[in-house]
């Protein structure tokens, strides 16, 4: 009699048991199902140059969000209609964490058009469909891709360092004298490059001495009237207008323009002829040399009082018109140069602040923002120049993606004194090259 | 009298059999208990995958640059200034559709704005305001200083993620003949 009591409650209790695991199990699997995200979906844009095509390469990421590992046995893909585009039965086997990696094609060869075509499989693919295998329960749910993008920045950079380009211009001084003068100017062309973060610029300086008696002042201008493009780079021309002041002799320095290089983190090399440069004005040694010469023609004695009038008049008039031609001073060559692939520079942020006229213990805020690339690093320095004695807190918080945008906050605490300006910029930073 | 050696050796098996089963079960529950309490957790995780980003960046225009830059053309200085107007940009970025059904911004410690929302948004689905229409101001660094907070509730979550950044550029959509479409 024990026995059989003791039998029958055994099974009693392990049929309880069996129900309460297979119970709790069940329910572990609603809450997976429920979830919908077990496996999250990612759809990564990854745009590479291939000789002369740009790539949008796509790429697939299945993610194990469960903290379990889960078995993917099927994959679905699905258009935005909701017709089954493609499908394949995998056997995945995912930990916790792990993902993978995969193109489309690898589901299913007929999705080979998306593999370099990121921006119709966006157009085209709706969801993806999962089944996988989670705490020994089936669980099937469509996933909708979240989209990535990577830019592989560094596969577009010039492989060679030896781009040239040429342009031809003319640029005109044009004086504006209100008397008599003599000037001589001998330009000579400076040129200056410098490699930011993304782009180079080139500024070429055109240096004229100006000897005048002239009544100050004067108005010179120059100006630069045409450009093209080479490579990388866009010349632009400026103007600019000098006002001297400057009775005696004057050095005259006008920017006439910038070569800009819209590169990230790669600065291309290139050679740039100078323009043409002319010059307009009166010249009076010219012209008392010009009459002098003609009255020591051997024919000058000759000729009676109103031909020799006349010959000076008109070697007057021969003169004027000559030296009113503009006359092209030579043309000089510069070059830059600048290494493939990754650059580092220096950049410095400065950020002003004016301080509250506070009298007691005030807060202040400044915000920098800057534009760089990633994979750049930069060296950034903080510089307090305190007009009182205070204390300064800071918090600098930074945002590093591609042409990414970097947040200097600077918090300036100022304790019973008024202060007046405060500059400060950031530290040392290096941009990580993150898959956005 | 002899019996009774008989049924105090069933009555002990009897209690050892179901200490070993108890003991056996209780490791079993355990584990499944621990995974059921994690799937709770993961869901909730899940939910806040509804974010805000806030910048003042044309995402076709930086994509243009960089499709230009890689393509090694030349760009002009109009496209070089990638600048846009501030957007305030809400997207679900889980697998689920949410409903948004109301709207709280803050901003220099007070309440600012406050609305009742219909909007249902699915996976990828996004909803753009523009700053004054959250009675925020337009120009972006007064704006990253005034603003504390956009919280958004929609059934019996609540989604606080706001970051100033603009979001991936591949929220832009591009048609077959290369034309783009942003927020």
């Given at each position: 009699?024990?026995?059989?009591?003791?039998?029958?409650?055994?099974?009693?209790?392990?049929?309880?048991?069996?129900?309460a695991?297979?119970?709790?199990?069940?329910?572990?699997?609603?809450?997976?199902?429920?979830?919908?995200?077990?496996?999250?979906?990612?759809?990564?844009?990854?745009?590479?140059?291939?000789?002369?095509?740009?790539?949008?390469?796509?790429?697939?990421?299945?993610?194990?969000?469960?903290?379990?590992?889960?078995?993917?046995?099927h994959?679905?893909?699905?258009?935005?209609?909701?017709?089954i585009?493609?499908?394949?039965n995998?056997?995945?086997?995912?930990?916790?964490?792990?993902?993978?990696?995969?193109?489309?094609?690898?589901?299913?060869?007929?999705?080979?058009a998306?593999?370099?075509?990121f921006?119709?499989?966006?157009?085209?693919?709706?969801?993806?469909?999962?089944?996988?295998?989670?705490?020994?329960?089936?669980?099937?749910?469509?996933?909708?891709?979240?989209?990535?993008?990577?830019?592989?920045?560094?596969?577009?950079?010039?492989?060679?360092?030896?781009?040239?380009?040429?342009?031809?211009?003319?640029?005109?001084?044009?004086?504006?004298?209100?008397?008599?003068?003599?000037?001589?100017?001998?330009?000579?062309?400076?040129?200056?490059?410098?490699?930011?973060?993304?782009?180079?610029?080139?500024?070429?300086?055109?240096?004229?001495?100006?000897?005048?008696?002239?009544?100050?002042?004067?108005?010179?201008?120059?100006?630069?009237?045409?450009?093209?493009?080479?490579?990388?780079?866009?010349?632009?021309?400026?103007?600019?207008?000098?006002?001297?002041?400057?009775?005696?002799?004057?050095?005259?320095?006008?920017?006439?323009?910038?070569?800009?290089?819209?590169?990230?983190?790669?600065?291309?090399?290139?050679?740039?002829?100078?323009?043409?440069?002319?010059?307009?004005?009166?010249?009076?040694?010219?012209?008392?040399?010009?009459?002098?010469?003609?009255?020591?023609?051997?024919?000058?004695?000759?000729?009676s009082?109103?031909?020799?009038?006349?010959?000076?008049?008109?070697?007057?008039?021969?003169?004027?018109?000559?030296?009113?031609?503009?006359?092209?001073?030579?043309?000089?060559s510069?070059?830059?140069?600048?290494?493939?692939?990754?650059?580092?520079v220096?950049?410095?942020?400065?950020?002003?602040?004016?301080?509250?006229?506070?009298?007691?213990?005030?807060?202040?805020?400044?915000?920098?923002?800057?534009?760089?690339?990633?994979?750049?690093?930069?060296?950034?320095?903080?510089?307090?120049?305190?007009?009182?004695?205070?204390?300064?807190?800071?918090?600098?918080?930074?945002?590093?993606?591609?042409?990414?945008?970097?947040?200097?906050?600077?918090?300036?605490?100022?304790?019973?004194?008024t202060?007046?300006?405060?500059?400060?910029?950031?530290?040392?930073?290096?941009?990580?090259?993150?898959?956005? | 009298?002899?019996?009774?050696?008989?049924?105090?050796?069933?009555?002990?098996?009897?209690?050892?059999?179901?200490?070993?089963?108890?003991?056996?079960?209780?490791?079993?529950?355990?584990?499944?208990?621990?995974?059921?309490?994690?799937?709770?957790?993961?869901?909730?995780?899940?939910?806040q995958?509804?974010?805000?980003?806030?910048?003042?960046?044309?995402?076709?225009?930086?994509?243009?640059l960089?499709?230009?830059?890689?393509?090694?053309?030349?760009?002009?200085?109009?496209?070089?200034?990638?600048?846009?107007?501030?957007?305030?940009?809400?997207?679900?970025?889980g697998?689920?559709?949410?409903?948004?059904?109301?709207i709280?911004?803050?901003?220099?410690?007070?309440?600012?704005?406050?609305?009742?929302?219909?909007?249902?948004?699915?996976?990828?689905?996004?909803?753009?305001?523009?700053?004054?229409?959250?009675?925020?101001?337009?120009?972006?660094?007064?704006?990253?200083?005034?603003?504390?907070?956009?919280?958004?509730?929609?059934?019996?979550?609540?989604?606080?993620?706001?970051?100033?950044?603009?979001?991936?550029?591949?929220?832009?959509?591009?048609?077959?003949?290369?034309?783009c479409?942003?927020?």
């Amino acid at each position: 009699m024990a026995l059989l009591i003791g039998m029958v409650a055994f099974t009693a209790i392990a049929v309880y048991l069996a129900r309460a695991a297979q119970s709790a199990n069940e329910a572990a699997g609603t809450y997976a199902g429920e979830s919908k995200a077990v496996v999250k979906v990612y759809a990564i844009l990854e745009m590479e140059k291939s000789g002369d095509i740009l790539l949008n390469k796509t790429y697939l990421i299945l993610e194990n969000l469960w903290p379990d590992e889960v078995t993917v046995d099927h994959v679905v893909v699905a258009s935005k209609s909701g017709s089954i585009i493609a499908e394949k039965n995998l056997n995945m086997k995912l930990k916790p964490g792990e993902s993978i990696q995969m193109r489309p094609s690898d589901i299913d060869p007929s999705l080979l058009a998306y593999d370099n075509d990121f921006w119709r499989f966006k157009r085209e693919v709706g969801s993806i469909e999962i089944h996988a295998d989670v705490g020994r329960q089936g669980v099937a749910f469509k996933a909708y891709p979240g989209y990535r993008a990577f830019i592989n920045q560094y596969g577009a950079a010039p492989t060679s360092t030896t781009q040239s380009g040429s342009y031809t211009s003319t640029v005109t001084v044009t004086t504006t004298i209100t008397s008599t003068s003599t000037y001589f100017t001998t330009p000579t062309r400076t040129v200056t490059t410098t490699c930011t973060y993304k782009t180079c610029i080139q500024r070429e300086y055109q240096t004229g001495y100006i000897t005048t008696r002239l009544q100050a002042p004067t108005t010179v201008t120059v100006t630069q009237s045409s450009f093209v493009t080479s490579g990388w780079c866009i010349i632009w021309p400026t103007t600019t207008t000098l006002y001297l002041t400057s009775t005696s002799t004057t050095i005259v320095t006008a920017k006439i323009g910038d070569v800009t290089c819209a590169v990230c983190g790669v600065c291309p090399a290139g050679t740039y002829q100078a323009p043409g440069y002319s010059q307009s004005g009166h010249s009076i040694p010219y012209l008392t040399a010009m009459v002098l010469a003609l009255t020591l023609l051997p024919s000058y004695g000759r000729l009676s009082a109103r031909g020799r009038l006349g010959l000076i008049l008109t070697a007057l008039l021969v003169s004027l018109l000559v030296e009113r031609i503009s006359l092209t001073v030579g043309a000089a060559s510069s070059t830059f140069t600048a290494t493939t692939s990754t650059v580092t520079v220096t950049i410095t942020s400065t950020v002003t602040l004016t301080a509250p006229p506070a009298t007691s213990t005030a807060t202040s805020t400044i915000i920098s923002t800057e534009t760089r690339c990633r994979g750049v690093q930069t060296t950034i320095t903080v510089i307090d120049r305190p007009i009182q004695i205070f204390t300064t807190t800071r918090q600098i918080f930074t945002s590093c993606r591609w042409l990414m945008t970097i947040y200097n906050t600077v918090t300036q605490v100022s304790l019973g004194r008024t202060l007046t300006t405060y500059t400060a910029s950031l530290h040392s930073l290096t941009c990580q090259s993150t898959v956005q | 009298m002899t019996i009774l050696p008989v049924v105090i050796a069933i009555l002990f098996m009897l209690l050892f059999s179901m200490l070993s089963m108890a003991m056996i079960a209780r490791g079993f529950l355990s584990g499944i208990e621990a995974s059921k309490r994690e799937a709770e957790e993961h869901q909730l995780k899940m939910k806040q995958w509804v974010k805000t980003y806030i910048y003042n960046v044309s995402l076709c225009g930086t994509l243009n640059l960089v499709v230009k830059g890689l393509r090694g053309q030349p760009v002009s200085r109009q496209e070089l200034d990638v600048k846009g107007p501030v957007k305030v940009l809400v997207v679900n970025e889980g697998g689920e559709a949410v409903n948004l059904e109301h709207i709280t911004v803050e901003a220099l410690g007070s309440i600012v704005y406050e609305a009742e929302l219909n909007v249902r948004l699915p996976p990828g689905g996004w909803v753009v305001y523009a700053p004054r229409d959250l009675n925020l101001p337009d120009d972006y660094d007064t704006l990253r200083e005034v603003l504390d907070m956009i919280i958004l509730f929609g059934g019996r979550e609540t989604f606080n993620v706001t970051v100033f950044q603009p979001p991936p550029l591949t929220y832009v959509e591009v048609g077959e003949a290369g034309e783009c479409y942003e927020p």
